[in-house]
């Protein structure tokens, strides 16, 4: 399975907004992504799920976003 670019560059400008990345994290996580049809699919995912699991404060997305950054 080929990835969505359409889908990837929504996703990039969506935690762009969100997230208030840096252009180096913005690349960094785009090369990822593009890497893996598999890793965005799972990424894509916890993304959109996120708003449903924040308890306390917490957005367990973040997590997530450390994680490809670093």
């Not at 090369?31 to 799972?42: C, S, T």
């Not at 699991?53 to 976003?65: A, M, N, W």
């Amino acid at each position: 399975m080929a990835i969505d670019v359409g889908k990837l560059n929504l996703f990039i400008k969506m935690i762009s907004d969100e997230y208030k990345l840096s252009e180096e994290e913005l690349l960094i996580l785009s090369y990822r992504l593009m890497a893996d049809d598999k890793e965005f699919e799972r990424v894509w995912k916890s993304y959109n799920t996120k708003s449903t699991r924040i308890s306390g404060g917490v957005d367990p997305f973040k997590f997530v976003l450390k994680e490809l950054i670093s």
